[in-house]
């Protein structure tokens, strides 16, 4: 962290939120280095939230004061919404076994302790563990092998 504000710092973060919306990106990470022991780590970071609406009724069936009808299917078919959902704790690239041609760490159907290795996610040429968050059975692998993710995405649904 800074020990000494820079004026200049205000103007970097607000560079980089506009950076991450120009881009299109949900996560951006940067350390700037001033000196001896003083520094500047930011994260900026955007959610996305999408929002579904099922379609309109005909006019002849539902009078002009109508709410809009909400679409519950499509909640329960979104599988962040599932409260068994592993999720992304950043952005990279998924791996699914531990080198090329390996057996994969996890497989539909499989049990797993807590803390146990599911996936692998490079990230800026580190390899991280996602372990599974608790015991369970694996439901659904939701992403592929050498998949980019993103923060917050569902990789996996452990029951």
């Given at each position: ?42 994260r ?22 109508a ?62 563990h ?30």
């Amino acid at each position: 962290m800074t020990q000494h504000p820079h004026d200049s710092d205000v103007a970097f973060i607000q560079a980089l939120a506009e950076l991450l919306n120009a881009n299109e990106l949900t996560e951006l990470s940067v350390k700037r280095e001033y000196g001896d022991n003083d520094s500047l780590n930011v994260r900026v970071t955007k959610q996305m939230t999408v929002i579904s609406q099922a379609a309109p009724a005909p006019a002849a069936m539902a009078p002009a004061h109508a709410a809009p009808i909400a679409a519950p299917a499509a909640l329960v078919d979104d599988p962040a919404q599932h409260p068994g959902a592993v999720t992304s704790p950043m952005v990279g690239t998924c791996y699914l076994a531990p080198e090329p041609g390996a057996s994969n760490f996890v497989t539909t159907g499989a049990t797993v302790a807590e803390g146990d290795t599911i996936l692998i996610i490079e990230a800026m040429k580190t390899m991280n563990h996602i372990p599974a968050p608790r015991a369970g059975v694996v439901k659904r692998i939701l992403v592929e092998d050498g998949s980019p993710v993103e923060f917050g995405a569902p990789l996996v649904i452990i029951e």
